[in-house]
């Protein structure tokens, strides 16, 4: 089963300043460790995506827009974002609890100071395509 371990930041259930405030040694710290995560993933088979993402001011929401096919494109910074996406993983593991393991210790990458984050990961199922007879 394959599975999305989603990176979420937000202000208010973390206690740790934005990455873009920490010392260069700590992003690398932190960087190593994903790094070397994703190596032991992709040794055990699991590993199939996972990338880490821009800051939200790099951001665009896009809608369809109106008749004539123009989107609409709403540019960052977005003040009210409280909350986003910091990266995420595709993985390919046996059961749920696999999945959660793996969350856990992504969880635990070191953050400022070299403590462990406890960064909220989302894990959501990949589902897939329905069959031909829906």
Known sequence: MKYMLLMQFSESNVDFPRIDTWT???IQAHIG???DTNTKLVEAGEFVDGQGLAMPEAARIVRAGT???V???TE???????EFLAGYWIVDCETPERAVELAAHIS?????GGAP???PIEVRQVLSAPTEDV
Do not use: Q, S, Y
């Open 117 to 119: 984050l406890n960064m």
């Open 33 to 35: 460790f994903m790094h």
């Open 108 to 112: 635990a990458a070191p953050g400022p």
């Open 71 to 73: 989107p609409v494109v």
């Open 76 to 82: 960052g910074p977005f003040p009210e974002t409280k």
């Open 67 to 69: 008749e004539g096919g």
């Open 24 to 26: 260069p040694e700590e």
